[in-house]
């Protein structure tokens, strides 16, 4: 036990001790002979008074006698009365006694029995885990901003923040639900593209294959030098087996990060390793260029018409996309932005496919068209605001002027 406490404890009960014995231990011997004599001496005065009354006449010898016997009587009660008291205390005495090595004795015995003397000596114990304190509070305040956004759907900045708090907590499937919205209300945003493809991956068991990928490339379409459109976007072709492409996509990295960083060294070790497994993909992807993101592209102007200003809100949805002239409707390219984006120029291409077969490049004519929707349903609604181009070659390169000026019927 430490020593330290030993001594406080100590310390704490000499110094009850000294507040309690003393009145306790004090003797009363010689307040009671003082007492006593006291007494005896007011009764020698009271007999000398009394004699004196006597001889002159004051009192009879009756009365003399009456008085006496009073006097007598009165000074035996009180000498028989400090006897009693000088008793009573000499007996308490034994409390003291009690005290002094009963009550240390059973409070020690109590303490070693039901409390937790180590608890002094390991101070580790005593430590108030702080890292789990912020923890809770980290908790509390993202189970808030959940609640918050059940009320609050449209908060785009709000879903993106708690994908990402989610993702520190490394809970995974929250994250990717809460990124799942963001995209739907941000559109096609490097970040955003990244973000939801990144916890797509996790909750696929890191697998970045398929729909990761697309989202993936169609940031690096966006942003090609996104230096974590590269990194993600070489992991997922090595995990598709397309180690040549991979490696285009990592040494493009390698040449952005600060040279001899952590990151550079850790991504010239992976080329390393996919040439070693794939020893012609060094040599291809040094002959060749990268190859372009999409092989077909086409360029969007989208405007609204003045008229139709006060018609729609700034958060509204605005989807820019391309169909086929004839067959599905589905988009073969699409792009969702806000109608606080306009005017804005875009660019589709195959990336933004919704399906692998129903792309821009299989097609040699499409038609353009721009749409609000204040649902934010990608399908047309009656009351939506449009604007199209009805035919554009694929191979015509100039930039396309869509002016929103039409209503859906």
Do not use: C
């Not at 190859?291 to 605005?318: G, M, R």
């Amino acid at each position: 036990m430490n020593i330290v406490f030993l001594l406080l404890v100590g310390a704490l009960i000499v110094i009850a001790f000294l507040f309690i014995l003393p009145p306790l231990w004090r003797k009363h011997s010689n307040l009671d002979v003082d007492l006593d004599q006291r007494n005896v001496k007011i009764a020698q005065q009271r007999l000398a008074e009394l004699k004196e009354n006597l001889r002159s006449g004051g009192l009879s010898q009756t009365q003399y006698n009456e008085q006496l016997a009073d006097l007598e009587q009165a000074l035996s009660d009180d000498l028989d009365i400090q006897s009693k008291v000088h008793s009573v205390s000499t007996q308490s005495r034994w409390i003291i006694y009690v005290l002094v090595i009963a009550l240390p004795l059973l409070a020690g015995t109590l303490y070693w029995t039901l409390g937790n003397y180590q608890a002094v000596s390991h101070s580790a114990e005593m430590t108030i885990d702080t890292d789990a304190i912020k923890m809770a509070e980290i908790n509390k305040m993202v189970t808030g901003l959940a609640e918050k956004l059940k009320n609050h759907p449209d908060d785009a900045q709000g879903w993106l923040m708690l994908g990402r708090s989610y993702d520190v907590l490394e809970q995974h499937t929250q994250a990717l639900d809460a990124f799942a919205h963001a995209y739907q209300l941000l559109g096609d945003q490097a970040e955003i593209l990244l973000l939801y493809a990144d916890a797509l991956g996790y909750v696929n068991d890191r697998n970045l294959t398929g729909k990761p990928s697309e989202l993936i490339f169609k940031a690096i379409a966006l942003e090609p030098d996104n230096m974590k459109a590269l990194w993600l976007g070489g992991m997922a072709k090595a995990q598709e087996g397309d180690a040549v492409t991979a490696t285009k996509l990592w040494k493009k990295l390698e040449t952005l990060l600060p040279p001899g960083s952590e990151y550079q060294q850790e991504i010239q070790g992976l080329l390393a390793k996919l040439a070693s497994e794939s020893p012609d993909a060094l040599t291809q992807s040094e002959a060749e260029p990268v190859a372009a993101v999409s092989s077909a592209t086409i360029t969007v102007q989208v405007s609204l018409a003045p008229e139709l200003i006060k018609s729609a809100a700034a958060t509204d949805t605005v989807f820019v996309y391309a169909q086929a002239l004839s067959g599905p409707k589905m988009p073969l390219a699409i792009v969702r932005k806000q109608v606080s984006d306009l005017p804005i120029t875009v660019s589709l291409n195959d990336t933004m496919a919704m399906m692998p077969n129903m792309k821009l490049s299989n097609f040699p004519e499409v038609k353009l068209l721009a749409r609000v929707s204040k649902s934010g349903n990608a399908m047309s609604q009656a009351g939506d605001l449009i604007g199209a181009i009805n035919q554009v070659m694929l191979t015509d390169k100039n930039t396309h002027h869509i002016i929103i000026n039409d209503s859906v019927k």
